[in-house]
């Protein structure tokens, strides 16, 4: 759209144009001109003085940058100047129009032809050096490693004495970093002289807050080997400089300047711009990383604190709910005396109700130990059909109360498993439970058993990053009740999710049971999937995998790396060729001994020992059953023994 700038009192048909009108001169004149972007400004010469308003206009516009219609009753060649057009009145609009589109066309053309040749001169001038430095500016997230190679790029095509950056630190925000790479040595008043003058061209660019005095300064510095004895001295105040602010996304970043004894000309100062120019696009994913590490920090600072609240409250809630529950009980004893009908009925539900809230504490408490790592599970060989048997026991009135067919099927003898016999039991009966509520009256619920053979480990909600092998105890509860859509299938076991649907607000519940229910049977080493069609009903089917002492070790080693358990003990791990257990757990990810843990190698007594740092872990070094290894082994045919597993804490 043309933007056309009608000084005059009449009115011109110009509708198809961007118009902004004056009724004459005013002090903001020239400034309102250039803030509309004008690109024809047209002065009627009945306004008052406006021979003085063209002459301002002509003055001013040296660059040309809009063009000026001049239109009069007279002509008069002392007063019409070029390069004004001139138009007699009355002005005929369609030669007007026609004038206008001529000169937006002429300095369109003009415009597109000289960015054309300043693109080609720039172009010529910088490609080379830009391809040489965009190879090295790729690939690198560190910022560090970019104000090197943009420092290094400088140099060579600028041929500059020293150049400084003053950056903020994105993982710290009371902490600024001063980079400097000199031709010759510098003193630590140079140094500080130099930031000051760094933070005044923050300034510059409207950071007026950077007091240098709030902040700690870290210096990184480089000096070239050749010049290590030699100093800047007091000529250093006449070199020549060039500064650039690193500003991303609105952002003040940073701010670049460059020293040189001889001048810098006009090439210099586009080529130092184009560099700048190019460091912003890897710097940019250098500071989103940066900040993603710093989120990460900050999240997991307000997990521990959330946990921690929910605990904290929990824990206040369950302890006056006790004494509720027990004057309840006695109530409806009747051992402080007869109660009516109709205030046992009112009892009955406020039990119920303390029955209701007891449950959700315990699943708020089972979630901040799940968050923090302080369940306790205790692990044994036992049989899974004790449990499922209680479940069927402990439900099967209240299915019946909905006119629920409530069914087990055991065919098969199971294997006996590795289990915490009061975890399988939550596990079952939150799976019964989510059955029953969601099932309608007149359902169906069977509880099935089988055994499975090397289970398909992409039908599992995210499973592990173990070997799904062997023989598995399956377990099967299937419903008759609303069903889930496959896409909201994994939405389930997330913490909460049931608060979002409206089915399960009419049905109670806080969304936290299938979140627990997979944790414990990710602590069993097993998995969990859902077959289900919407309105038809749903299966959920776990496995557990059966008892060999492989998998009870995989079971308390993973429990153990789950708790992030703080220990003094070892780690022996034995690699043999005839050592299958071994190879196992190297296979299943449990243990890594990667190139860096083997360059750490020590030979003592014909063996291999060497720590092996194991990542994602925290903290300090585990006891992961060591006695069990070495009943297995005689550890005299050991290849390696790593002594002692580590694990880096994150942040």
Known sequence: MTNIFVISNEKYNLEEYSLKTANGFYEALYDDILNFESDIVILDSSIENSASILIELLAKNTNKTFEIFYITETYNKDEIKTPVKTFLKPVNSEILKNEINLAVLNKQNFINLYKENMELKKNLYQIDAFYNASSKFAGTLEKEKLYEVAFESLERILSYDTATALFWDNLKEDKLKFYINSLKKTTEEFNSNLIKRLSLGAKDVGITSLKLSRFEVETIQNVKPSYKNEYFDDSFNEYDSLIAPIVIKDKFEGVIEIFRKNKFTKEDVTCFQSIIHQILAPLRSAILYEDIINANIQLKKLERMKSEFVSIVSHELRTPLTPINNALSIILSEQGGAIGDVNKNFANIAKRNVSRLSGIIEDLLDLSRMQTGKFDFKFTKASLLPSIELAYNT??????????????ENNVNLPDV????HRIDQIISNLITNAIKFTPDGGKIRISTGIIENPDKSLLITPSDGEYSGAYVKISVQDTGVGIEKEDIPKIFDKFSQIENTLSRNTGGIGLGLTITKHFIDAHLGGIWVDSVKNEGSTFNFIIPAYSDEKAFRAELNLKIRNEAESTGYLKIIENSDFEFYNHLKNSNIIKLTKTSKEF???????????????????????????????EINLKSCDIVLSKAFYKKDA
Request: overall charge negative; proline content about 0%; glycine content about 2%.
């Open 395 to 408: 439900f099967k009135n209240q299915a019946a109360q909905k006119n629920i067919e409530f069914n087990l």
């Open 418 to 421: 590795y289990i915490d016999q």
């Open 601 to 631: 190698l020590e030979r003592k007594n014909d063996k291999y020992v060497t720590q092996v740092y194991m990542q994602g872990l925290d903290r300090s070094a585990f006891d992961f059953m060591v006695s069990k290894i070495e009943d």
